[in-house]
């Protein structure tokens, strides 16, 4: 097969050899690790330099705003991972957040009159620009349960203006899944445009452009740079005019940057991506195994488990179920608040991806002030534990739950 990565590696590399490399440019100074660029402008040799980088005639950074070298080695690491053993390219843009990655994305996609098809379960964040933001712009979220293709066909039939089909797989807080390449399929039918949140599975789990899906965005926050030291998003596209252009002109003017230092954690964090992955994954599946069956567990929601929902679609698409889940205890917000205040080695707090285990409890944090029926919609009960499993040795995550599960 045809490989197309951005810096070209020696041989047909496996996927922890492009994590450590892609990317990477010799440095010019010799620099082992690619430099922190701590730099706003760049010189120009000449009035004639200047103006040939600012025509596009000839390569270049102008301003960090646009483009940074430190934020290159980054961009283009995560496309060659997002596509590893596909004959197609892509054109990553590294933005300040997951959000702002987003934002750009639909911003530059959507105009006054089209339409949102997405699904439920959306990153908090992702949901409230969709059904707050975008409306004051014309634009409507239309929200349906997608895990049923049939109901997404039926609605980009009845609907010409819904444009974009804006999917999150897997997503909390029950991990649920959409087939991918089902819902691309019927996409491309209608001539709509696809775009999936990658930010659970990494490129190494689950590859959507390999369905065809046109565009990803992440959270590089979470498992990319893996140690919880830096606010980070990307957003890919195989378009690579469409990315290189209008797009990169919509992000450069929006601001949306990342910044230096934070390129220079993501792509340190993103070298031991497959080591630390392959942790995460037959950790998580040890603990869904103990949390199963558990007395005090009602029910563990983990795609990797024969009884959820999605589990075959998750067979299917993802080269392993991931590191996220979820449980229900038995005992509601008072046991919720109790198991989390014993935990000893896990630690409480929101988001995900590090290194170390971290447990939630949304009924008593993230959702503690919203409604009950609009947390019922998500799939937030008051006993239901987020949970993201973390590289310490298995036997220790689990001697942590068990002596906090005791009554
Ligand atoms: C965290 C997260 C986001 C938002 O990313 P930020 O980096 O916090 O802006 C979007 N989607 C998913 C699935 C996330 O977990």
């Known amino acids: 097969m045809k490989k197309k990565l951005p810096t070209a590696l020696p041989f047909q590399s496996g996927r922890g050899t492009v994590a450590v490399h892609g990317g990477h440019k010799k440095d010019p100074l010799y620099a082992h690790q690619v430099p922190i660029y701590a730099s706003s402008t760049y010189v120009f040799d000449s009035a004639e330099q200047g103006m040939r980088r600012f025509a596009g005639e000839e390569e270049g950074y102008i301003y960090s705003r646009w483009g940074n070298p430190t934020m290159t080695e980054a961009e283009e690491k995560i496309a060659a991972l997002e596509t590893f053993g596909l004959d197609t390219e892509a054109k990553g843009i590294l933005h300040a957040s997951g959000m702002a990655a987003i934002s750009t994305l639909l911003l530059a996609q959507l105009k006054p009159g089209d339409k949102v098809l997405s699904h439920y379960s959306l990153y908090g964040g992702t949901n409230e620009l969709l059904s707050k933001v975008l409306p004051r712009l014309q634009i409507e979220p239309v929200i349906a349960d997608l895990r049923n293709p049939a109901i997404a066909e039926e609605m980009l039939k009845k609907d010409k203006s819904i444009r974009l089909l804006y999917l999150e797989t897997p997503a909390n807080p029950t991990i649920q899944c959409v087939d991918l390449e089902v819902l691309a399929e019927i996409a491309r039918k209608y001539g709509v445009i696809t775009a999936v949140d990658n930010t659970f599975a990494t490129p190494f789990l689950q590859q959507p452009f390999r369905y065809g899906i046109d565009f990803i965005v992440h959270s590089t926050t979470k498992f990319l740079n893996g140690h919880g030291t830096a606010i980070g998003g990307i957003l890919l596209g195989r378009d690579t ?16 940057n990342a910044n230096p230092f934070d390129a220079f954690l993501l792509i340190q964090g993103m070298k031991t991506l497959e ?22 567990v009602a029910k563990v929601n983990y795609t990797g488990l024969p009884a959820h929902p999605d589990y075959a679609v998750a067979q299917k698409q993802m080269r392993h179920p991931g590191a996220m889940l979820s449980f229900e205890l038995n005992g509601g917000l008072e046991a919720g608040i109790r198991f989390m205040n014993k935990l000893q080695l896990c630690v409480r707090t ?5 290194c170390d285990t971290l447990l939630s409890h949304p009924a008593s944090m993230t959702h503690y002030s919203v409604p009950r029926e ?18 310490e ?11 906090a599960l005791l009554s």
């Not at 080591?275 to 558990?294: I, T, Y």
């Not at 929101?350 to 590090?354: A, E, F, R």
């Open 241 to 256: 005019e469409f990315m290189n252009g209008p797009c990169t002109k919509l992000h450069r003017m929006l601001g949306g």
């Open 275 to 296: 080591v630390r992955m392959e942790r995460h994954c037959s950790n998580a599946m040890e603990v869904a195994q103990f949390l199963n069956g558990h007395p005090a």
């Open 350 to 354: 929101v988001s995900l991806g590090t």
């Open 374 to 391: 609009e947390k019922e919609k998500y799939g937030i009960t008051d006993g239901l534990i987020r949970m993201n499993v973390g590289i």
């Open 393 to 403: 040795n298995a036997p220790d995550i689990i001697a942590d739950l068990e002596q």
